[in-house]
């Protein structure tokens, strides 16, 4: 469905008559005294705010933890760094690299 050359004309017309004029002035006044404004915020939109909140907080932290690799990084690189296979290779058998962190 799309709009044809031919609709384009109508289209303009009902803009047209929809148009504001913005040079037309407010005659009406309302008065106001003694009415004041209340806004109350549901539960469920406060939890929402509080979750995009939480949401953009995390987006700021940093993918790798530098405190935790920086020490391994330096054993790597001086030679100092040694894993011990036999407690590997029962993390490995009992299926302890399987779980979701």
Do not use: C, H, W
Not at 27 to 38: H, P, R
Not at 53 to 61: A, F
């Amino acid at each position: 469905m799309g709009i044809g050359f031919n609709k384009i004309s109508g289209i303009n017309q009902i803009y047209k008559a929809n148009k504001v004029d913005s040079k037309k002035a407010v005659t009406e006044t309302v008065s106001t005294s003694g009415k004041k404004d209340q806004v109350l915020i549901s539960k469920e939109a406060m939890d929402f705010q509080t979750v995009l909140k939480s949401m953009k907080q995390l987006n700021n932290l940093p993918d790798i933890r530098e405190d935790v690799i920086n020490p391994i990084k330096e054993k790597l690189e001086n030679g100092s760094y040694t894993v011990d296979s036999k407690s590997l290779a029962d993390k490995i058998i009992s299926g302890g690299f399987n779980k979701k962190i």
